[in-house]
């Protein structure tokens, strides 16, 4: 008799239970049941009600700031562990700290490290994730990371516009690598902004690298914060003449102000992944599920077969 491979349980953390709800979906599964316990001074305790003792789990959650979503993952984490789960696979789509990725000056902290070092200390057998700040970031695991691209949602939705005169614009110098393998995908020209910071998050001056002149753009990158950089970089680029500037960005953050300076910009339109959960739905912001592709993904990882052909770039 052929021993019959059980199926997996899917959990997730508080911010991403929507996106769990159709990552399980896509799956063909339901989210396994997970109770939250908070005492007065804020302090809180998951606790799995079901058994998961010799399973393989997912446990999807996004780490963004607030630091709370980041310790909700420990904590499950190593819940699973202390109940005997087999395979603990932490989901992430958004792996949050990771612009902290080295020391840009002395006496800093390498949070990227840190965090990684935390996830397997907690539990963690393997990461899934999206679109990482750097890629190197995957070396500060000991554990397997999937690392998963965005462009495999968005190069057939910005195939499906059929701009003419399509060019791929990077927002900064660090973003020109992602800026060409789009370009290399939809066979078209390539610009740089090149930007100059006067501190985190505030823009001192910026140029462009290239000609937009009469060319639909489109600016790619791994996430959007305040939507500084953004929106600044579309405005610099209808004044030099292009037709129309939009942006794909894996990550939502957006904070501060973000919405009403999307909004009052000259993007033509955003669009994100719901990796993080959006909490206000503008005209300008499109937002595309990257539910199927981590369902598809995580049954590729339980059956044990390649998942090569989602890594489009």
């Not at 990257?290 to 998942?307: K, Q, Y």
């Amino acid at each position: 008799m052929a021993y019959q491979v059980p199926e997996p349980k899917i959990f997730a953390c508080t911010q991403s239970v929507e996106l769990g709800k159709k990552i399980a979906a896509s799956y063909g599964a339901e989210l396994g049941k997970i109770q939250f316990s908070r005492y007065s001074d804020g302090e809180f305790q998951p606790s799995f009600e079901e058994s998961i003792r010799g399973a393989r789990i997912f446990i999807i959650g996004s780490t963004n700031p607030s630091s709370e979503n980041l310790m909700e993952m420990l904590l499950m984490l190593d819940a699973a562990k202390r109940a005997s789960a087999r395979h603990i696979t932490a989901v992430m789509p958004y792996f949050g700290w990771a612009r902290q990725d080295r020391k840009d000056k002395p006496r800093v902290p390498i949070a990227a490290k840190l965090v990684a070092k935390m996830l397997e200390t907690a539990g963690a057998t393997r990461i899934i994730t999206m679109d990482l700040h750097a890629d190197q970031i995957q070396g500060f695991f000991e554990k397997p990371v999937d690392h998963l691209f965005a462009s495999t949602l968005f190069l057939p939705y910005l195939k499906g516009l059929n701009l003419d005169n399509l060019c791929i614009a990077s927002p900064d110098m660090g973003g020109s690598k992602r800026a060409y393998a789009y370009s290399k995908a939809l066979e078209c020209d390539v610009v740089i902004c090149y930007k100059q910071r006067a501190k985190a998050n505030v823009i001192s001056h910026m140029e462009l690298i290239g000609d937009v002149k009469g060319k639909n753009v489109v600016l790619a990158d791994d996430m959007v914060d305040t939507a500084g950089t953004l929106t600044k970089a579309a405005d610099l680029m209808m004044e030099r003449g292009a037709e129309s500037v939009r942006a794909v960005t894996t990550h939502g953050l957006l904070s501060g102000d973000a919405y009403e300076k999307i909004e009052k910009s000259k993007l033509t339109e955003l669009i994100v992944t719901d990796s993080i959960p959006i909490a206000q739905n503008k005209n300008k912001i499109k937002i595309l599920s990257c539910a199927d592709l981590f369902a598809d993904v995580m049954h590729r990882v339980h059956h044990n077969t390649s998942i090569s052909s989602k890594f489009l770039m």
